[in-house]
């Protein structure tokens, strides 16, 4: 499977871009997909995550309360809705899918999580 982030752009902060996370290939609907984000000189961070079936997610204590993730298995897409964005969450974000047994109270990191596509660039102006 391969997965396709888009949405992003230049954002003025306090603004509500939604992330979209398209797959194609194959379905991936049988498992867990993470977003990830990477800002100049940055390891990849992971951002939030979703199960298989959409009722269990994480949230890195940066976005918590800022972001939602949800996913549309019959349209093999994975959504990240912004809210609030600060200049400090600019980044790129990517989006992989994610190990067999995730696990919303572990800690992953980007090697974890795999079939990365290219990211989408959001850069939030102050």
């Known amino acids: 499977v391969q997965l396709q982030a888009s949405g992003g752009g230049l954002v003025q902060a306090g603004g509500s871009p939604r992330l979209s996370c398209a797959a194609s290939?194959?379905?991936?609907?049988?498992?867990?997909v993470g977003w990830f984000r990477q800002a100049p000189g940055k390891e990849r961070e992971y951002v939030s995550a979703?199960?298989?079936?959409?009722?269990?997610?994480f949230y890195a204590d940066s976005v918590k309360g800022r972001f939602t993730i949800s996913r549309d298995n019959a349209r093999n897409t994975v959504y990240l809705q912004m809210n609030s964005l600060k200049p400090e969450d600019t980044a790129v974000y990517y989006c992989?899918?994610?190990?067999?047994?995730?696990?919303?109270?572990?800690?992953?990191?980007?090697?974890?999580?795999?079939?990365w596509g290219q990211g989408t660039q959001v850069t939030v102006s102050s």
């Open positions: 979703i199960n298989w079936r959409g009722d269990s997610t």
């Open positions: 992989g899918v994610g190990p067999s047994l995730w696990s919303r109270n572990y800690r992953y990191s980007a090697t974890d999580f795999g079939s």
């Open positions: 290939g194959r379905t991936f609907s049988d498992y867990a």
